[in-house]
């Protein structure tokens, strides 16, 4: 199947600094990729809708000023957590649907290997 | 939006048992319903997924059976083995055009006992 890489797989910062992950999809195009937070031992919970090109669409709850996505090209999109804090500490994954265009539902959905955020 | 419930939340079996799990989802318009199994700390991988066309389908020791009237659909692992201990999850999601985002259910910890 297609794959999406993660980067990093396990960052530490200091509260108050800002974390970058990369979600890169390797042998496809991916004009939308999500993102999600898990907590140990919980669910998946998605974050936000990244789209080539234009703005991320948040879910509710999530400060789209804390957690910044850029989806600069058809393979990168970036999650920026900004002056974070030790409650941001969590795992945080990408995933990215395989195909162009909005027509069809027989694209794939693939994730990324996760990030551990750890802030300290 | 859409809201799946899964059970059981921890499910343990003997090895060559079979094991099912359970999800309801709210959104009848949702269409496209995959199942992931997640080891810890490690990406969740697909193991398999059905649309809504079809009621059933099969992959191995792992099928999956939907029922679009009542809402809810089920996997099933048949022999199972000590390596099928994971995390299991469903999700819905609504296919078509970019709304591709899938709604998981809480997980359901499978532990398979040699």
Redesign the interface.
Known sequence: ?AVVSQHPSRVICKSGTSVKIECRSLDFQA??M?WYRQFPK?????MA?S?EGSKATYEQGVEKDKFLINHASLTLSTLTVTSAHPEDSS?Y?C?A?EGLG????G????????S?LTVV | GENVEQHPSTLSVQEGDSAVIKCTYSDSASNYFPWYKQELGKRPQLIIDIRSNVGEKKDQRIAVTLNKTAKHFSLHITETQPEDSAVYFCAASLGGGSNYKLTFGKGTLLTVNP
């Open positions: 199947g004009t939308t999500f919980q669910s998946l919970m998605l809708t789209n795992f994954i995933s649907r909005g027509g069809g539902w694209n794939t959905i693939y994730f990324g290997e996760g551990w």
